[in-house]
């Protein structure tokens, strides 16, 4: 899948608006009915197996942080839209909008490796053939070449992607 290519000039989403939009999606009262269904899916509430997370996956908060970026950037409800499209709708107007509807409608949930690692700049997640160049210096600082890590992008101009909140490492590497 190409990356979302943006109008010239506008400017990309960062990983504080990412994070706000998810906070946001998990405060929103008229998605509260939305929200907890989502979290009962998300859980597997009612199957018959008990859950059973790999070490270190199932704690919390970390467990919640996952859930709410699903919730907010994966998550399609009955109109079509994601709660994040939903969020960015009623708060923005114009070209941010635009911007902000773009890059969350581009919306993708990936198991990827982590390669080509620059130390304190950036990193590239891969899924078979997809490469998504992420520029993250905070995690570029935490990742290890060749790690198996789950994870939310979302696609900015010029091919760059940015993670959303709630990943998780597997715990091994490729």
């Not at 989403?13 to 939009?21: F, K, N, Q, R």
Request: charged residues 25%.
């Amino acid at each position: 899948m190409e990356p979302v290519r943006f109008p010239e000039g506008d400017l990309p989403l960062g990983h504080g608006d990412v994070e706000a939009t998810m906070q946001l999606c998990g405060l929103v009262p008229s998605l509260a009915a939305e929200r907890a269904a989502a979290r009962r899916l998300f859980s597997g509430e009612g199957h018959p197996e008990p859950e059973q997370y790999l070490p270190g996956v199932g704690e919390e908060p970390g467990r919640e942080r996952r859930f709410m970026a699903w919730f907010a950037f994966q998550r399609r409800l009955p109109e079509g839209d994601t709660p994040a499209m939903r969020a960015v709708q009623s708060l923005l107007t114009g070209r941010e909008e635009q911007v902000a509807l773009r890059a969350f409608a581009g919306a993708r949930y990936v198991t990827a490796v982590v390669t080509k690692l620059r130390r304190g700049r950036s990193f590239v997640l891969e899924v078979e053939q997809e490469r998504f160049p992420i520029e993250f210096p905070e995690m570029a600082n935490r990742l290890r070449q060749g790690e198996i890590i789950v994870t939310g992008v979302l696609p900015l101009p010029d091919g760059v992607w940015l993670m959303t909140p709630g990943w998780v490492s597997l715990g091994m590497t490729a």
